[in-house]
């Protein structure tokens, strides 16, 4: 029993004296994924914030503002579809080029 109590103590200190190791299965990106992950949020950044300041940039000063409606509600509403439309549409052109330009 000595020889086995003391060859489980000596592995039990080893362990201890190991150093973490960063994992294996860590992928670096590569300057394409990199790229491809900065025009995406560039994309939902731009999706958050733009069809709402065209709406209230057009429903207030615009129409209500300068026209002088009274209510440009629907107005605003149809700018923010078309910048929306506008934005997912350069999305799919700038990843359909991408994808001929690494081809």
């Given at each position: 029993?000595?020889?086995?109590?003391?060859?489980?103590?000596?592995?039990?200190?080893?362990a201890g004296k190991q150093?973490?190791?960063p994992a294996k299965f860590?992928?670096?990106?590569?300057?394409?994924?990199?790229?491809?992950?900065?025009?995406?949020?560039?994309?939902?950044?731009?999706?958050?914030?733009?069809?709402?300041s065209g709406y209230f940039?057009?429903?207030?000063?615009?129409?209500?503002?300068?026209?002088?409606?009274?209510?440009?509600?629907?107005?605003?509403?149809?700018?923010?579809?078309?910048?929306?439309?506008?934005?997912?549409?350069?999305?799919?052109?700038?990843?359909?080029?991408?994808?001929?330009?690494?081809?």
């Amino acid at each position: 029993m000595d020889g086995f109590s003391s060859t489980r103590l000596s592995s039990s200190q080893d362990a201890g004296k190991q150093q973490h190791q960063p994992a294996k299965f860590v992928k670096q990106w590569t300057p394409r994924e990199k790229r491809a992950l900065r025009t995406l949020l560039l994309f939902s950044f731009a999706m958050i914030i733009l069809p709402i300041s065209g709406y209230f940039a057009v429903k207030y000063v615009v129409l209500e503002g300068v026209l002088g409606w009274s209510d440009g509600a629907i107005g605003g509403a149809i700018t923010s579809v078309v910048i929306i439309h506008v934005l997912i549409g350069i999305y799919v052109f700038l990843a359909y080029t991408e994808d001929q330009k690494t081809d």
